[in-house]
T-cell receptor
């Protein structure tokens, strides 16, 4: 089974631009979550999509948005980029249907975004 | 507000000895806990989990202990090997769908 695929691996943007990151989950997984990793901050939860609907949302500004398509692939968009948005963005997939205690996330290798 | 905390940013251990990584949480609704391991330039990979109905779960060299009253969990690696050198994240969940991660502990196993 192919793992979680994130594209692109690296991105360099300038302040004010916008960016779109892509994530293809493991086949059969319907839940896709996005995380931001920065040094000293760990993995900060952005949002989770299940069956094309945003089911959970973290505490990030509205510049961060996402969507999920009918084939479970997901995109994350950041508009009006700021220097502080430089981070590793990780996507994770899971079945999304299990109860508490039965779910675990499978991560992609991430997209390293640098904002200059 | 960091609901899951790993207060040790780094840990160094001799090969063959025990590595103990600690994690504290604040939300008493968390009922499922996981540990992930991350190498540079790769995504985190699942290591071991524990449900709140247990206080210990073992998988080979890895054991996770949960102390619900103290809201504390720990990961023990015995014996530690150089290949275990990585960043370890603990995570917690209340709903099974949203996971809260700690800031990570960088483990170095010295040969």
């Amino acid at each position: 089974k192919a793992g979680v695929t994130q594209t692109p691996r690296y991105l360099i943007k300038t302040r004010g631009q916008q960016v779109t990151l892509s994530c293809s989950p493991i086949s059969g997984h319907r839940s896709v979550s996005w995380y931001q990793q920065t040094p000293g901050q760990g993995l900060q939860f952005l949002f989770e999509y299940f069956s094309e609907t945003q089911r959970n949302k973290g505490n990030f500004p509205g510049r961060f948005s996402g969507r999920q398509f009918s084939n479970s692939r997901s995109e994350m968009n950041v508009s009006t980029l700021e220097l502080g948005d430089s981070a590793l963005y990780l996507c994770a997939s899971g079945p999304g249907t299990g109860g508490a205690g039965s779910e675990k996330l499978f991560f992609g290798s991430g997209t390293q975004l640098s904002v200059l | 507000d960091q609901q899951v905390k790993q207060n040790s940013p780094s840990l160094s251990v001799q090969e063959g000895r025990i590595s103990i990584l600690n994690c504290d949480y604040t939300n008493s609704m968390f009922d499922y806990f996981l540990w992930y391991k991350k190498y540079p330039a790769e995504g985190p990979t699942f290591l071991i989990s524990i449900s709140s109905i247990k206080d210990k779960n073992e998988d080979g060299r890895f054991t996770v202990f949960l102390n619900k009253s103290a809201k504390h969990l720990s990961l023990h690696i015995v014996p530690s090997q150089p290949g275990d050198s990585a960043v370890y994240f603990c995570a917690a969940s209340a709903s099974g769908n949203q996971f809260y991660f700690g800031t990570g502990t960088s483990l170095t196993v010295i040969p």
